[in-house]
């Protein structure tokens, strides 16, 4: 039934206003966020093609706005809408006070992050920002693409890291091919940016390859890969 047809009280908007947003599917909360459907579709069929095309919420919130705007019935404010909603609910994971996670293994950081990253269509480096006491400050995207022939992005590596008085940060990128094997410029940027750290006095504790799949993801540091051996 299109939502123009149903009863007012059974609508998404006012079934939330009356029950909360906890008695929504999932489907509802995101024709909310999409607000219209199009010509041809009623909201609610967008936002079902939407989870059914990216396989559920995890997969719609790791799409990059080119592709959920190409979407017929989304487009590009639409698209928007659903990146700052999924960035929202990632920044409220970390902003927990004494409760934000810890990382001090490789194993923290693919538990904060494999999920998401693995199922990324292109390859993205994340920063894991800690505090003095390995607590997560924050994790921004350094960029899109390919980590090889990046002029200038070494320094922005530890950008955020200075500018939040880090003591030390963890890298992570993903491989969209889906083997985590590090790549020789993988290992030389590695080197390179623990080389930088040392100068800034903000230590590189690992930098982690994810690949698709349950514990597929390479530590560079146990690895011995671009980090002096201990």
Not at 57 to 69: E, H, K, M, Q, S
Not at 130 to 150: E, F, H, Q
Not at 178 to 198: C, N
């Amino acid at each position: 039934m299109r939502v123009a047809e149903m009863p007012d009280e059974e609508r998404p908007r006012e079934r939330l206003e009356r029950l909360g947003p906890q008695a929504l599917k999932t489907d509802e909360l995101l024709a909310i966020l999409l607000r219209t459907g199009s010509a041809r579709d009623d909201v609610l069929a967008v936002a079902q093609r939407l989870l059914r095309d990216h396989g559920g919420v995890r997969g719609l919130g790791a799409a990059d706005l080119p592709t959920l705007a190409s979407t017929h019935g989304v487009g590009n404010a639409k698209a928007t809408t659903i990146a700052a909603a999924f960035e929202l609910g990632r920044r409220l994971r970390l902003d927990g006070g004494d409760d934000r996670p810890q990382v001090t293994s490789p194993e923290h950081v693919a538990a904060l992050l494999h999920d998401e990253m693995q199922t990324l269509q292109q390859e993205e480096l994340r920063i894991v920002i800690l505090d003095t006491k390995n607590r997560v400050l924050a994790v921004p995207t350094l960029y899109r693409g390919t980590i090889s022939g990046a002029p200038g992005r070494l320094a922005e590596v530890y950008r955020d890291a200075v500018r939040r008085n880090a003591s030390k940060i963890a890298m992570a990128h993903n491989h969209p091919s889906g083997d985590p094997t590090p790549s020789r410029s993988d290992i030389a940027f590695t080197a390179e940016a623990v080389d930088a750290g040392r100068l800034l006095e903000i230590e590189l504790i690992d930098h982690v390859v994810f690949g698709h799949g349950p514990g597929c993801w390479v530590s560079m540091r146990r690895a011995k890969l671009g980090f002096t051996p201990e």
